[in-house]
Structure formats: C-alpha cells, structure tokens
C-alpha cells in the first residue's frame, strides 16, 4: 500500500472515531462555524471538542508546519483529509480570520519570534483575530489611512478609527494598518502591527447593517499600546504585507459564491414547475438560471485552472482580482435569482416560518460582497492598470 | 487532468502561432476574399499543414494521425481563430473527421482517417436545412431502393463545399422531424449525379455552400454506421465539433480584445490616451476577466473529450454557448472602442466580428446552446 493510501485509510478511521456526529451537519449559514477566541460563541458544546481534536493533531492548519501548530502535511495529503471530512460530511473544525489572512501574512513575513507566539493560538483556537484596515475617510483609497502610531522606544501609541472592523466585539486581538511615518508618499509610512484589544486604549461599537445584522464595528483607538515586538516587517513596510494580505481576503470573499448542493434551477422548478416540454414554466426566470448557473460552472473550472497552474509554477498575475470581482458579482446574482425564485417566502425577515428570514438577510449581505475587500470597481482598477497596462487619467 | 499544458502542447500552440502569424494572417484572408477565391482557402498552406500532421493530429495513430488529442486540435484552432486562418481544419479535420470516426466502421475509418490525415481528402458535414441549427429536424429523406438509397433534398451552410471531395449528409431514413430514430448519415462524393453544389458568398469570406440534391443515389455501403441509428454518434461528434468551435472562438475573441487593448493605449483624445479614461478600462476589465474564465471553460472541454467524460453534452453547450457570449461581447466592443476606423474596411478589426457570427452560429448559437445547457442541468 502507499505512503498515501495508508495515510487516508489512517485518516478515515480517525476522523469515524474521532468527529462527533454533531459535526456532521452542514452548518446553517456562515455564523454557525466555529471561531474560536478567549470568549468563543458556542452554539454546541461539540464544536469546541471537535476543534480541540483536530488542533491536537494540527489539522485545523493541516497545511502549516508542526513547528507553528499545524500538521505539516504536504498537499497531498492535504487534499485526502478534505476529501475524506467531505465523505462524512464533517465541517471544518474551525473558521477564523487567523487561518485565512493573518496566518499566511505572518508565514511570509513575520519573525520566528512572531511565528512561535501566534500561530500555534491561531491553530488552537486560542485567540480570535480581527483586521483593522479600512477607515472612515480611507476605504477604496486604503493607502491614505491616518490611524497614527507613535514611537515610543519599546511600545507604539495608537490614536485614530477603523471602521467595517469584522467581528471586532467577539476578536481578542487586532491585527491593523498604521502609520508611522508621515513625511513620504500615502503607501510609504505604513507599519503592521499586532496588538491585544482588551486594554482601555481600545472601544468597540458594532454597526448594524440593512441586513439586521452585525457582523462589522467601529474601533476606536485612544492611545492604545502595541508592543513593538508585534511589528510585523520593518516599520514603514506594512503596505507591502498590507497588499498579500488582502489577495488572501479577496480569494476568501470569492469563495462565498460556490455554488450550493442544490441547484437555483432545481429549486425553481420546485417553486415554479415545468411546462409541457419539461422546462422551467417561467422562461424569462429560466434564461436568467442558466446564465447564472452556466458562468457558476465557468468560475469553478477557472478556480481549478488557476490552482493546477499554480500547482505547476505558471500564475495568473491578476487572479486574485479576478476571482474578488467575479466570485461576489456571481454570489449577488444567486441572490437576487433565489429571492426571484422565493417569491412571498424570501420577503420574510423574522420568524421559523421564514427560517428567521435567511433569504432576505443573505441577499442584503451580499450586496456588500461588492464592496467590502476592494469594491468591484477597484478591482477592474486593478486588472486595467496592473495587467493590461493601461495608463492613468 | 490538470488544467494545465503540458510541454509537448505549449510547443504545439508556439509553432502554430508562428506558422499562422506569418502564413495565413488576416492579410491573406483578406486577399482570398478580394481574388474571390472559390475554395476560400490557399492550397499552398493548407499543404504546408498537412505536412505539419494538422490534419490528422485529433485521429489517432492508428488510423495515420498523430493522436495529440482534442487538446492539441483545440490549441491549433486557437491559434487558427486568432489569425483568422482559412483553411478546412474546420470542416474536415474538426467536424467531418469527427463524425466518421464516431460513425463509422472499422473499414470505413481506416480508408477515410487515413486519407483525411495524408490530406488526400476533403469531407465535410451536410447538416443544417433551416435557418437555425435544428439537428433533430432533419428531414431530407433517404429511400431505399433495393441496395442503394435515393436522397432528395437540400442543405445549407455546408463548410468548404466547393472544395470538398466527399460531404456526410444527414438524411431521414425513417422517421418523422423531431425523431432521434431514423437518422441516416450517408457518404456521397462531390461528383455524385444529381448533386448541385452551389457556393455562397458569406460574411466571413469564407467558403461555405448549399446543397441540392435531386435523386442522388448512392450504394448502402456508403452507410456510416447503422441505418436510422445515426443520431447518438452524431450527437457526440456535435459536442466535439462546439468545442473546437469554442476554441477557435476563444483565439478570436482573444486576438480582437489584445488589439483593441493596444488601441487604447495609441489613440489620443483630449489630449491624452483613450485608455486612461476609466470609463473604457472598466469594460476593458470587464472583458479580460470573462477571457480568461472562456479559457478555463474550452480547456476543461477540450479535456472533457480526450478523457471520455461522462458529462461531455453539458461540457461542450457551456463551452458554444459562453464563448459566444464572450465573442459577441468583445467583438463588438472592438468595433465600438476603435470608433470610426473601426468601421472602415480598410481596417483589420472589422474582420474578426464577420467570421465570430459565423462561428457563432454554427452547429448552435448562444440561444440553442444555453437552453441545452438548461435542459442538460434539468430545468
């Protein structure tokens, strides 16, 4: 047997023994995975247990080194542990901003020091991160940010606002965009830094969105310290972290618009029905289905295309941008097309009888994929003037 | 298989990009059109490519091909959409070879592979009789007549007809319009009593042709395949033939847009460059992006063909039907981000969107292919 048919034979057994069957159910929407934290929302006592199974192993990271908290395993073996948590429908131990943006970031570009003292937290669950970038008067225009550090020997002084910090009332630290120097261009004088936010330099107030939820917050930053070992890079070069950071963000918002286990189509024929000939009765609505289904497909074959050539070492510069812009639009439309296939049921906003109004709710969301992360217009920005060369106004 | 290609492709689509570039450019597309050339093609080049192995380079060795594959077919068309090559890997090597080598029999396909891949024969498929792409609606009727069938009845858009040697006519030999069952193909060469091939002038300038045929008749063994049992082998080679269209689609689309970029970035308007103006690089954008998802799409087709993929009918209506959308699209921004000289014949742009709504319609435009694309998905 091979080293590979061993490890998933090892893996299959473990995880039967090892996931509860609690875990084994789709989660009912992005709040419902686990995150984590000093204070961690439980909404089943298994999520904690199933998430310190697999940290034990490594295998909330299972692509990071031991060293760090993960599982050190290759991607190989990678894929054969997702493959089999697919096959018992077990969903991942735990989902945090650590795993997605800060640990890659950190990976890159953080000191062994660094790497030693927050990943393994990130791997275990420990800490929950939040990103301090976006600011009231610099969002699209991101590199003007005026959040202030200043330089105190061995600490920064931190005074200014953020703005859309994610789930910046349930993050234990912050992992945000300063600046520390003033003289030179807007993207010169940015430094990274890492700091606790339960301190009394640091006050948090949730914004509630259209969608009745509130999943962003105003931070507000009243000389708040940062240690300056938790500069990440030298000061001044937190741009250039700043930039990796958010391709691993932009590939996490595109990811939001795979496609679900049953089809739009599927549900409006439920919904709807079929005429005589089978097809969808409405054929302005199913017209609307198949464009929408048929670049669905489009996108997965070029998730696939731009992983296998990053695989064999080619790369699509622009793919990140790609993805941010293409991946959100994508999820707005499945949005408004389940809303237009609902009908009466997705109008609803509270109540079992609407299942608390998920449709109405996910579809307001989603109009800030758009805009959150890089808006779309700053994507095509992006691909006019990085990739096809063209010039300035 | 990975989305990738690999060495032995990249050096394909390399030569072939060079070999097209320098010998059957838009330059000599538009010199064929303007010496109203019958054929549509220089026999010269096409020659040339034969000695390359392009005309058999999808049949397999074993009937003399090269057996590179689809994927390899796929990556020549590319490079043939780019530069507006004539030629019949269209309507030999990509539909006809294709639809003999799902019909025919063993005997059948060693005499016609192998003398298609020598580039001793030109065979092309006689399918459409309406205005749209109708295969199931076929009605020319085929009658037997002791060992022999009669075929009476026309077709249309026939590719390359006046050069073609050998056409596969779809005929009805049972059967009413609408019926899977009943569908014949027949071989009857050019030069068969009764055929009237007459040329018609496209907007593409390349060679395509209707058929009449009156009371021609032609022995049983001209059968590829069964008698009334055509359409499942038909149907696949369709599938094959949308996603080499698809390809060439793709090269097109592909060559239009990267002028029109290099336009935007010459043209001076207001005292600067047209393609600072973000009102044109957002649809600029726009444009690469859905590019480079059309790419993704045809290679995963093109795979989907040399890996025997189940699912090969949905694969090949998305193909047709986004790389048309992406085609009418990008053509027609290329058109409107040239302005007036993107009007003029004398121009180069003009060409690509003549030959995309051809190729557009061809064997299923958008509108057939996304309904299929729907009825495949179950709606």
């Known amino acids: 047997m091979s080293d590979l048919e061993q490890f998933r034979q090892d893996t299959r057994a473990w995880l039967e023994k090892n996931c509860p069957e609690s875990m084994r159910v789709p989660v009912r929407g992005f709040d419902d995975f686990y995150n984590g934290g000093r204070n961690p929302e439980i909404d089943h006592p298994d999520q904690k247990l199933w998430c310190d199974r697999m940290a034990e192993r490594g295998w909330t990271v299972p692509h990071w080194p031991k060293a760090y908290g993960g599982g050190g395993l290759n991607s190989e073996e990678v894929k054969i542990l997702s493959q089999e948590m697919a096959r018992i429908g077990a969903r991942r131990a735990l989902d945090s901003f650590g795993i997605s943006m800060l640990g890659p970031a950190l990976l890159h570009f953080g000191s062994e020091e660094q790497k030693l003292e927050h990943l393994p937290k990130i791997a275990r669950g420990e800490i929950r991160w939040c990103q301090g970038y976006s600011e009231p008067n610099a969002g699209s225009d991101l590199a003007s940010l005026a959040t202030k550090a200043e330089d105190k020997g061995d600490h920064y002084v931190i005074n200014g606002q953020k703005i859309w910090t994610s789930y910046a009332d349930k993050a234990d630290w912050i992992f945000c965009l300063v600046r520390t120097d003033n003289s030179g261009s807007k993207h010169e004088g940015i430094s990274f830094v890492l700091f606790d936010m339960d301190q009394p330099g640091v006050t948090v107030r949730p914004i509630k969105l259209i969608s009745g939820n509130s999943p962003f917050c105003e931070t507000f930053f009243d000389n708040a310290i940062a240690d300056k070992k938790n500069l990440v890079g030298e000061a001044g070069n937190g741009w250039t972290i700043a930039k990796y950071l958010l391709t691993h963000e932009r590939e996490m918002i595109s990811g939001f618009g795979a496609a679900p286990k049953k089809s739009v189509g599927q549900v409006a024929l439920e919904t709807i029905g079929a005429d005589a000939t089978g097809r969808l009765a409405n054929s302005v609505l199913r017209q609307n289905i198949a464009q929408y289904q048929l670049d669905t497909m489009v996108f997965g074959a070029t998730m696939k295309r731009v992983g296998d050539e990053a695989k064999a070492g080619q790369g699509l510069g622009a793919a990140s941008s790609i993805f941010k812009y293409y991946g959100t639009e994508l999820n707005k439309r499945r949005n408004e097309l389940n809303l237009a296939v609902c009908g009466e049921q997705a109008l609803g906003w509270d109540g079992e009888e609407y299942n608390g109004g998920a449709l109405s709710r996910d579809w307001l969301r989603s109009k800030g994929n758009s805009i959150e992360g890089g808006t779309s217009e700053v994507q095509l920005n992006i691909i006019a003037k990085r990739v096809l060369g063209l010039p300035d106004a | ?379």
């Open chain 2, 1 to 379: 298989m990975a989305l990738v290609l690999n060495e032995e492709q990249v050096m394909l689509k390399e030569s072939a990009a060079g070999f097209l570039a320098e010998k059957a450019g838009v330059a000599q597309l538009r010199a064929l059109r303007d010496s109203g050339s019958e054929r549509g093609f220089s026999d010269e080049v096409w020659r040339e490519m034969v000695e390359m192995g392009w005309a058999g380079i999808a049949i397999p060795e074993a009937f003399g091909g090269l057996g590179y594959g689809y994927t390899g077919l796929g990556l020549v068309l590319e490079q043939a959409g780019r530069n507006l090559s004539a030629s019949p890997l269209q309507s030999t090597v990509l539909v006809a070879a294709s639809v003999i080598g799902e019909l025919g029999s063993a005997q059948q396909k060693e005499q016609l592979l192998a003398a298609i891949a020598a580039g001793d024969k030109l065979v092309s498929l006689a399918l459409q009789e309406g205005a749209h792409h109708a295969p199931l609606q076929s009605s020319l009727r085929a009658q037997a007549q002791g060992d022999d069938y009669v075929l009476n009845g026309e077709k249309l858009l026939v590719l390359d007809a006046s050069a073609a040697d050998t056409f596969v006519v779809i005929a009805r030999t049972a059967g009413e319009p609408g019926d899977e069952q009943g569908l014949s193909a027949f071989l009857v060469d050019a030069d068969a009593t009764g055929l009237a091939i007459a040329p018609r002038s496209m907007v593409d300038s390349r060679s395509a042709g209707a058929l009449v045929l009156d009371g021609v008749r032609v022995p049983a063994g001209n059968l590829l395949g069964e008698a009334g049992a055509a359409w499942d082998g038909l149907s696949r080679a369709l599938d094959v033939a949308s996603i080499g269209f698809a390809a060439e689609l793709l090269g097109l689309s592909t060559e239009a847009f990267e002028r029109t970029n290099a336009y935007l970035k010459e043209r001076k308007q207001f005292g600067r460059v047209i393609g600072s103006f973000q009102g044109l690089q957002h649809r600029a954008a726009e444009m690469f992006a859905e590019l480079e998802l059309a790419r993704s799409i045809v290679l995963q087709a093109l795979h989907a063909i040399d890996d025997g993929e189940a699912d090969l009918a949905l694969q090949a209506s998305a193909a047709k039907a986004k790389l048309c959308e992406v085609a009418q699209r990008v053509t027609s921004e290329a058109i409107q981000m040239h302005g007036g000289i993107g009007m003029t014949d004398e121009h180069e742009i003009g060409f690509f969107i003549k030959r995309a709504r051809v190729v557009q319609h061809i064997f299923g435009d958008y509108n057939y292919h996304l309904d299929r694309f729907a009825r495949l998905n179950g709606f």
